[in-house]
């Protein structure tokens, strides 16, 4: 089937290379010329692993093409789908912008009977707004029929998930439209769930929502351990057991981060809102997803005391691991909290200091490497866990900080390895280890 995907960020790519190579002819279509210039090379503008491979290999066999021009994308296509940004405005709700734009584009472009897909999580009752838009622009003698279809892609492993997803959600009101986008998704066999449009575009919600109010959850339940002595991985274990919880999204740390869950949150809150719903429950994830950010900053005064000239090695800096993505990574607000309490910062990330750059007060320092980072510091702190972290020689910490102590975010490691150790070790939700082993801090400045 001939496609276009308009949008080529991390849904928008992985969705069109993935369709070009269960065989279908995809044209993808971004404004950003600059961009459109390097992926007609084969190099892909974000890291994600195994994407620059399929781009490669899919440009070459002639079932993938670039473009930045609307017209010549939609040209042939007998199905668009939209996959650009919603961005949260100040308000918390969705920025519909781009949305309009390409649905104004479409009524204005296509030349044949068209199906358009919105991939792009939009607030219930967008896709009847676009089929609006879409109308109202309309040039040719031709029809558009419009469908919802959520993206469940996570970062950091969105080939994988594309192509072993646990459902693809199809919402249209439209028999025959359904029938279309089965074909289309037939190759992956995956489940496919059909239903109404506003009941497709609710499930995208949904379901981020209820996985960050597992991480809440979770959260609160790992700060509770903490004061009272038990230990949060445990507890998490034996909760997975029971097939009514589940094991996956109780890891404890230091909150949520990335493009999804922070702006989903807000959306679904300004969503209820605005049929006189106050959704308190939501309201409170998102609370307490705040301040479990900060919370490790909280921990390390309490054994530090004051942070001034203190040397902090930062390991991680990407929301999580895997990408080299920095949108709302718990790593902003804590260096900058950090900073701001005189701290120096030498960070290390694998892969995203470029982005960190950018973002990150100018006074952070980046290194190369592990070692580097960690020598000379007085304090290492883990927020995001690589695993190369998880599979750091412990002695690294000891032989190469001027204090062997380390704060880690992320629970890389088991307790039971820093026993004998000489590392004091602060996790989140469980017991500290070997907790002021080390000298008086202010005595060894
Ligand atoms: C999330 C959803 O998982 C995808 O299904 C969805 O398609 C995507 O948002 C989206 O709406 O586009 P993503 O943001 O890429 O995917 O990453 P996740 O793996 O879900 O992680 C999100 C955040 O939650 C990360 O900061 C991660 O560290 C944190 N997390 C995750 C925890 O703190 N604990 C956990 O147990 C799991």
Redesign the pocket.
């Known amino acids: 089937m001939k496609i276009a995907v308009v949008g080529t960020g991390?849904?928008g790519l992985v969705t069109g290379v993935c369709l070009s190579e269960i065989n279908h002819q995809v044209t993808c279509i971004d404004v950003n010329k600059e961009k459109v210039k390097q992926l007609k090379r084969g190099e892909s503008p974000i890291h994600e692993p195994g994407l620059s491979e399929l781009i490669k290999k899919n440009i070459k066999r002639e079932t993938l093409k670039f473009t930045s021009n609307h017209k010549e994308g939609f040209k042939d296509a007998e199905v668009i789908f939209i996959a650009v940004g919603t961005p949260q405005l100040d308000d918390g709700s969705a920025n519909l912008d781009y949305v309009k734009e390409v649905a104004k584009s479409i009524g204005q472009n296509i030349l044949k009977n068209t199906i358009v897909v919105t991939k792009s999580?939009v607030p219930v009752g967008t896709n009847y707004m676009i089929e609006r838009i879409i109308n109202e622009n309309i040039v040719n003698e031709v029809k558009v029929k419009v469908a919802s279809n959520p993206?469940?892609?996570?970062?950091?492993s969105a080939i994988e998930d594309t192509f072993h997803g646990d459902r693809i959600v199809i919402g249209t009101d439209d028999e025959e439209t359904a029938l279309v986008l089965e074909t289309v998704y037939k190759p992956l066999g995956l489940p496919i769930f059909k239903t109404d449009i506003y009941s497709s575009e609710m499930i995208?919600y949904a379901?981020?929502a209820f996985?960050a109010t597992?991480?809440s959850f979770?959260n609160e339940i790992s700060n509770i351990c903490e004061k009272l002595g038990a230990n949060i991985e445990d507890v998490a274990n034996g909760m997975g057991y029971d097939q009514r919880i589940g094991r996956?999204?109780?890891?404890a740390?230091i909150?949520?981060?990335?493009?999804?869950?922070p702006k989903?949150t807000h959306a679904l809150v300004q969503i209820a809102g605005g049929v006189e719903h106050n959704f308190k429950l939501l309201k409170s994830v998102i609370e307490v997803n705040n301040i479990q950010q900060k919370s490790i900053i909280k921990k390390i005064k309490s054994r530090i005391g004051n942070l001034k000239g203190i040397k902090v090695a930062i390991l991680g800096l990407a929301?999580?691991p895997n990408t080299d993505d920095m949108r709302e990574s718990a790593s902003i607000p804590i260096i900058k909290d950090l900073i701001s309490q005189g701290a120096v910062i030498k960070a290390y990330d694998p892969i995203a200091i470029n982005n960190a750059r950018a973002i990150l007060p100018e006074t952070v320092e980046y290194k190369q490497t592990l070692k580097e980072t960690l020598e000379g510091s007085e304090i290492a702190i883990i927020i995001t866990e690589w695993e190369e972290f998880k599979r750091l020689n412990l002695n690294m910490f000891k032989d190469l900080m001027k204090m062997p102590i380390l704060f880690d975010g992320r629970n890389c490691f088991d307790l039971d390895q820093f026993k004998d150790s000489n590392i004091e070790y602060f996790s989140m939700g469980r017991p500290p280890v070997n907790a002021y082993m080390s000298s008086n801090v202010k005595e060894l400045l």
Do not use: A, P, Q, W
């Open positions: 991390y849904v999580t993206e469940f892609l996570r970062e950091g995208k379901s981020n996985l597992k991480i979770i996956s999204f109780l890891n740390g909150g949520y981060g990335g493009s999804c869950f989903d929301f999580k």
